[in-house]
Structures are given as structure tokens and as C-alpha cells.
């Protein structure tokens, strides 16, 4: 096995020597795997697990790590994101906090890092559960590479990406494109059809392209840079339901790296992202829905999201006294938000939002390490600054008699205006220590405090769909989640066989959820829920046979609310196990692998805001999702190779519920719905590189 560095801490680590869990996914991994995008990968790593990962709105981090989940409605990652290093967590639309993970295409993806649990303070202080950064392809050792791939697929799925790369002196350069075409996406939920007939499934469109660079200074030093850009059009004009939604994504990096003397280097971080959505016409077509059982002629909503920019700089020294590595550093981050929701095709403006956030950080990291024994304290100085303004708190009923709807009609419009400002602040310490026990097993320990205050969407919103109500500025508290864990890991038969045990408890204090109001019916708010979680890790990988790997991983996880109206109840979407077993053989020029993902009960809450019930669970059951590729390699001549690979995902065809709610139609005979993930999907692939 090659050799593999984690560029999460401060200074680039062997994995092997990582105080905490780690696990790397490669280029290769990804090449003969059937993964298609980030969220694909995600499935095959223990603790994990993002069930979102198909269709128009597979960017949308609905993820949870350890127990720690992503809200009542999957709004909320417990995770921060980095591209090449740079933080690209932020808040966008209805979603509190996202970081679009389809702006880079697979083949572009040199590695995916997944660090676990109380990390390093280096990264941002809203790594609840964890840190995962994608880095992109950056060194080539040819003046000029590339790559092409074509896919077609069941569910009119096309794929079409391609990039070239290369270098020049000490310059190296990538440049990629990339066009998606797919209705693998399934927009119906169990028995709304009895309710309102055929929904209707769409589209999806999605172009991606953008290109990086990075120079070799000659004091042994890098200048990196990157430019990345998404569209992605939703078309399902033939829904009853959903609307047509177009959504668009830049991201800009530039980073510095190097040495100032001979045990001091530094490294500086500058990005900027912006992101916009807007939904061009009402739900529906104009159609009333009964989506408010009380009110029968109740008009769906439409938003303009955004634009939503983040700005971000950060700088860090890394100094070096023997083998021990003192590492200080400051960072910013500002982030303003706005959006817009309109009703009866954009003639009623029912409300709006503008938000801005101040992050002023400073962080103290050590490694220090004694024979065997290595020890990584760290402590973080966060302080946050929100400002907010947002129609209301007065409404009033607008009548709206359009055209494809019933007379009666009408639209509650906030009116009036809201404004605000709050300051937080934490001190965050963390600990991890490793204990070479040997040359082949390492024990460690880890524990730590991470916190995150409210952002302006949080504090400063309403709820479009329903009556409104208010989270202002005093109502919220800011998220602490405190963590432990203790393992273990090995390798044996000259890394012919790993096995990883990891076992895990977190208190969370306060998770802001957007979340049904108990006390006010048809009213959904942010607040304030606490929850514990604790679990078993498992991953164990071996060489069966000559390019023949065996490997498993899983996850044993409870987790549950503490206090509250929720008291007692189970988080939603969080399986109680979780099993990804796999067989992958390589040899010559041919690759194979097949992957089956065992996911374990899981409980889904009840939607209390319809008809005023209180909240309830009902228990989904497992699932197995079976996923396989087989890819074939054939050389034309030294410089170009083709390639072909037929791969599937979901070949049991199962239908599973994505989103952690449902509610229960009394009116219709106690019909629950909730959204429905792809079924089977069959995929071509056809290429070459040179």
C-alpha cells in the first residue's frame, strides 16, 4: 500500500501516525469503486452516513457522524468542509449549513480525508462531529495529461466530464468541465398519489468547470489557486408538487505555503464563495395543494436564495523544536445571507431576510512526542458577531384567486420589520494522545469541546410554509458538543491486515434544530435541543489473495434527546447500525468490486405541526443498498489508455425514506409520507486517459 499523508493537520501526518481515527479514500479507491460523487464515497466509511446522495439535491449535506445528526430536517451538518484545506461550510437558502459537495467532479478528486470526533482547533470551531476535506489532483509528472469519460444509464442518466492537466517548469495546472443529465431523482412520497394524484418526476441539468494552478517557489515554498463553478437547473414541470429550481455556486482559493527560516513555516488561506437559488415559478404550477390540512386552499411558496457569500483568510506558523510542533494561528471568516419568498407567481412578496456573521478567531495547537508516546493539545478562541433583519413580526391575509386555483384562495404576508444583533463567544480546549504500543498497534484517546453560534438565518427567519414565529436574537444558545473516544488500531502481515475499534460518547448541549414548535400548532422555529449519543466503531481490511481486499466497516450507534418536548426520543436518521462490507480485486489492467450497505433501523418523527399532534416516532426499517463496478483497462499505445467500466448502485432496487420527518394524514386514512431515494441504477462508462 502506498504511503498516505493527512493534510487536515497542521503539519502533513502519515496516516498511520494520526492520534485520531482516519481513514483516506484515494483516486483510485474512487476510480474502481461505483462512486459518482463525494456522498457515494461517504457510505463506505464506518460512523458515517449521508442518505442524500442521489439526484437533483444530492449536494445537500444530509449527513450524520457518530450519533451527532443534521437536524430535524437534515438542515444542520454536524461536519465542517474543506476543499483543498479551505473551509466551504456556510450557510445557503433553507439550508443552515451546506457546502456544496458537487462542485468538483469525481475524476478530479485525488483524495477524500475523513477525520473523526474532537479534532484539531485548526479548522473551525462548528466541527461538531468531525472534519472532511477533498483535495483536488494538483502535481502531474507529464507536461500534458488528461482524462475523458462518457456514462449513460438507466433513468435517462447521462454523464459527460473530462479534464487536462500538466506541467511546465515548476508550474503545474488542472482545468476540468463537466455536464450531468439524470430524473434518477424520485419526487414522490409514499402515498401522496392516493392524495393528489400522479406527482410527476423531472430533471436535472448540472454543469460544472474550473481549473487550479500551483507554482514551486524557490525557497522550497508552493502558491496554490483554484476557481470552481456549478449550475444545476431542476425542471419537474410536470409535477403537481415541486417547482422548476435553478441553483448556481463559485468558489475561489488561493493559498500560500512555505518556509520563513529554518524552524519556522507558515501557510495562508484566502476564499471566497457565492451561491444563489431561485425557484422561477410557484409550486405546483399555481395549483393549490392542501399542504396545511386546516386550510384548504393554502399557496405554496417560492424563494430567491441568496446571493450567499462567505469571505474567509486564515494564517498559521508551524514551529518546530526537535520533534515537537507548536502551531499558533488567527483566522476570519464573514458570511452575509438574504432571500426573498414570493406566492401567486411572484406577485406577493410574503417575506425577506438579510443577515451578516463575523468570525474572529485564534488557535494554539501542540504536538509533542516523547519515544512512543505523542500528546496534542489544543485550544481555540472563537468570537462571533450576527446581525439580522427580517420582515415581521405582523401579518396579514392577502386574497389571491390566480389562475389553476380554487376561489378562496389567499396568502398570509409578514409585514413590518425585525432587526438585531448578538456576540458569542467560547474558549474550546482539546486533548488527543497516541501510545505506539508496538510497530504494529497504536492506542489512543481523545477529548475535546467544540461550539458554534447561531447564524443569522438561524436567528433571524421565518418559516415560509406556515404561520409565522420568531427565534430572535435571545432565544437561541450556541451548540456545544463535548466528545470522548478511546482505540485502538493495527496492521499485521506487512499491511496485509488492519483492524480499527473505536468507542465513542458525546453530549450535545443545545443543537439548534429547525424544528416542529410543541407548544404552538402549525409553527416550526429554531431552538435549543440536547442529545447523547455513544457507539462502537468497527473497520477491519484484509489481502485475502493476491489483489483480492477484503474489508468491513461499521458502526453501532444510540442516540437519543435529553429534556424537552423530545425527551427520550431517538434522534431522527440515525441507523443503529450500520454495515458497508466489500470485496475489490485488482489485477493487470482488470478491476472489480461489490459492496453491499447494511443500514439498521432508523427512527423518523412525526411532522407535530399538522392537526397539532405531539411528537411521535414510527420506526423505519433496514435496508441494504448493494452496490457493484467492474472496469477494464486496455493499453492503445504508450501514452493513451481506454478504458471501460459497468457499475450499478442500489441493484436490490429498494426504496428508503432520505429525510428524518414524516407526518400522519389522519384525514386520509393514516397515510405517512415522507421523500423516497433512487431505485436500481445501471451505469456505462466509457474513457480514456493519457
Excluded: C
Excluded at 406527482?199 to 460544472?208: A, I
Aim: aromatic letters at 14%; a negative charge; glycine letters at 10%.
Amino acid at each position: 500500500m502506498e504511503e498516505m499523508t493527512v493534510t487536515t493537520s497542521p503539519t502533513d501526518t502519515k496516516v498511520e501516525d494520526m492520534p485520531v481515527r482516519t481513514v483516506v479514500m484515494t483516486a483510485q479507491d474512487i476510480q474502481d469503486g461505483a462512486y459518482r460523487n463525494a456522498f457515494d464515497v461517504f457510505q463506505s466509511i464506518e460512523g458515517l452516513y449521508a442518505p442524500l446522495g442521489e439526484g437533483a439535491k444530492q449536494s445537500f449535506p444530509t449527513m450524520t457522524i457518530r450519533g451527532l445528526g443534521s437536524g430535524y430536517f437534515g438542515r444542520n451538518t454536524p461536519v465542517i468542509f474543506l476543499l483543498n484545506g479551505h473551509n466551504i461550510t456556510g450557510t445557503w437558502g433553507a439550508y443552515f449549513s451546506f457546502a456544496d459537495l458537487q462542485l468538483i467532479p469525481a475524476s478530479v478528486i485525488e483524495r477524500v480525508e475523513v477525520v473523526k470526533g474532537p479534532y484539531s482547533s485548526i479548522y473551525g470551531s462548528g466541527a461538531l462531529g468531525g472534519v472532511i476535506n477533498i483535495v483536488t489532483k494538483q502535481r502531474f509528472d507529464k507536461e500534458i495529461s488528461g482524462h475523458f469519460e462518457a456514462s449513460v444509464g438507466s433513468e435517462s442518466f447521462g454523464n459527460y466530464e473530462g479534464y487536462l492537466g500538466g506541467n511546465y517548469k515548476n508550474f503545474n495546472w488542472i482545468a476540468w468541465g463537466d455536464y450531468y443529465q439524470g430524473d434518477d431523482r424520485k419526487y414522490y412520497r409514499q402515498d401522496w398519489q392516493e392524495v393528489y394524484g400522479e406527482l410527476g418526476e423531472g430533471t436535472t441539468d448540472m454543469n460544472k468547470f474550473g481549473g487550479s494552478g500551483q507554482l514551486d517557489l524557490p525557497n522550497g515554498g508552493i502558491i496554490q489557486f483554484l476557481v470552481a463553478h456549478e449550475e444545476r437547473d431542476k425542471t419537474l414541470s410536470e409535477s403537481r408538487f415541486y417547482g422548476d429550481e435553478h441553483f448556481k455556486t463559485t468558489v475561489y482559493q488561493l493559498k500560500y505555503e512555505g518556509p520563513l527560516t529554518k524552524n519556522l513555516a507558515t501557510k495562508v488561506y484566502f476564499n471566497y464563495n457565492e451561491s444563489e437559488d431561485w425557484e422561477p415559478g410557484d409550486w405546483g404550477n399555481g395549483v393549490s395543494i392542501p399542504m396545511r390540512l386546516d386550510d384548504p386552499h393554502y399557496i405554496a411558496s417560492v424563494g430567491d436564495y441568496g446571493p450567499s457569500k462567505v469571505w474567509g483568510a486564515k494564517a498559521l506558523v508551524n514551529w518546530k523544536i526537535g520533534q515537537h510542533v507548536i502551531t499558533p494561528g488567527v483566522e476570519w471568516r464573514r458570511q452575509t445571507t438574504e432571500y426573498k419568498t414570493w406566492a401567486g407567481n411572484r406577485e406577493i412578496l410574503k417575506g425577506w431576510h438579510d443577515g451578516e456573521q463575523d468570525i474572529y478567531s485564534a488557535f494554539l495547537e501542540g504536538q509533542f512526542v516523547w519515544g512512543r508516546f505523542e500528546l496534542t493539545p489544543s485550544l481555540r478562541f472563537d468570537y462571533w458577531r450576527t446581525k439580522g433583519d427580517v420582515s415581521g413580526p405582523d401579518s396579514e391575509v392577502v386574497p389571491w384567486d390566480g389562475p389553476g386555483t380554487a376561489a378562496g384562495n389567499s396568502v398570509t404576508v409578514l409585514t413590518g420589520s425585525m432587526s438585531g444583533s448578538t456576540n458569542e463567544s467560547s474558549l474550546d480546549p482539546k486533548i488527543r494522545a497516541a501510545y505506539f504500543l508496538n510497530q504494529n498497534v497504536k492506542l489512543r484517546a481523545a477529548a475535546g469541546q467544540t461550539f458554534r453560534a447561531p447564524t443569522a438565518l438561524e436567528l433571524y427567519n421565518y418559516d415560509y410554509s406556515t404561520v409565522q414565529d420568531y427565534a430572535a436574537s435571545g432565544d437561541l444558545d450556541p451548540e456545544r458538543v463535548t466528545s470522548f473516544e478511546v482505540g485502538a488500531d493495527t496492521e499485521w502481515l506487512n499491511n496485509r491486515l488492519l483492524v480499527s475499534g473505536t468507542v465513542f460518547y458525546s453530549i450535545a448541549k443545545d443543537r439548534i434544530e429547525y424544528a416542529p414548535d410543541p407548544e404552538k400548532q402549525n409553527t416550526k422555529r429554531f431552538q435549543n435541543l440536547d442529545s447523547n449519543a455513544y457507539g462502537l466503531e468497527l473497520a477491519f481490511r484484509a489481502l485475502l489473495h493476491q489483489g483480492l481486499w477484503f474489508s468491513t466497516a461499521a458502526a453501532f450507534t444510540n442516540s437519543e434527546y435529553d429534556g424537552g418536548s423530545f425527551d427520550g426520543l431517538d434522534v431522527p436518521l440515525i441507523p443503529n447500525y450500520k454495515i458497508y462490507t466489500a470485496l475489490d480485486y485488482r489485477y493487470r489492467r482488470f478491476s472489480a468490486h461489490v459492496g453491499a450497505d447494511f443500514i439498521g433501523e432508523r427512527t423518523i418523527l412525526n411532522d407535530p405541526t399538522v392537526e397539532g399532534l405531539a411528537p411521535t416516532t414510527v420506526k423505519d426499517d433496514g435496508y441494504v443498498l448493494v452496490d457493484a463496478a467492474l472496469r477494464y483497462d486496455y493499453p492503445i499505445n504508450q501514452r493513451l489508455t481506454a478504458f471501460v467500466k459497468l457499475w450499478g448502485k442500489n441493484l436490490l432496487d429498494q426504496d428508503y425514506m432520505v429525510d428524518g420527518f414524516f407526518v400522519y394524514l389522519e384525514p386520509y386514512g393514516g397515510a405517512n409520507f415522507a421523500p423516497i431515494a433512487q431505485g436500481r441504477t445501471v451505469y456505462l462508462t466509457v474513457g480514456f486517459d493519457f
